[in-house]
């Protein structure tokens, strides 16, 4: 069974940059092709993604709100999946949850079998 676990939210202030996690377990990930995708709730509003990459060969893509400003990236192991996130506003402010799909990306978070908690992040 997949697992996702989120870190690296935080309280932070506008300008500042925050990288989050995402460590997956319980998957071949070396031995499949999966799209890994961040997601993002602010308070009151509807999840939206904010980045995404299909790792059998896929561009990364990031929301017109982050692109510039974010960065995808993986470790050497291929089990981690960073956000990056420069010069942050407070509209950054949400819960921050890692997806999982083992097939091609998707904008749609009901798109992604496996989620991650979630990691909170508040910027002022």
């Known amino acids: 069974h997949v697992q996702l676990v989120e870190s690296g939210g935080d309280s932070a202030q506008a300008g500042g940059t925050l990288k989050l996690s995402c460590e997956v377990s319980?998957?071949?990930?070396?031995?499949?092709?999966?799209?890994m995708a961040w997601f993002r709730q602010p308070p009151g509003k509807e999840r939206e993604v904010v980045a995404s990459v299909y790792t059998g060969g896929g561009v990364p893509h990031y929301a017109d709100s982050v692109k510039g400003r974010s960065t995808l990236s993986q470790d050497n192991n291929k089990r981690t999946l960073y956000l990056q996130m420069n010069s942050l506003k407070p509209e950054d402010t949400a819960m921050y949850c890692c997806?999982?799909?083992?097939?091609?990306?998707?904008?749609?978070?009901?798109?992604?079998?496996?989620w991650g908690q979630g990691t909170q992040v508040t910027v002022s």
């Open positions: 319980g998957a071949p990930y070396d031995n499949s092709r999966p799209c």
């Open positions: 997806a999982y799909r083992t097939r091609y990306c998707s904008p749609n978070s009901n798109d992604y079998r496996y």
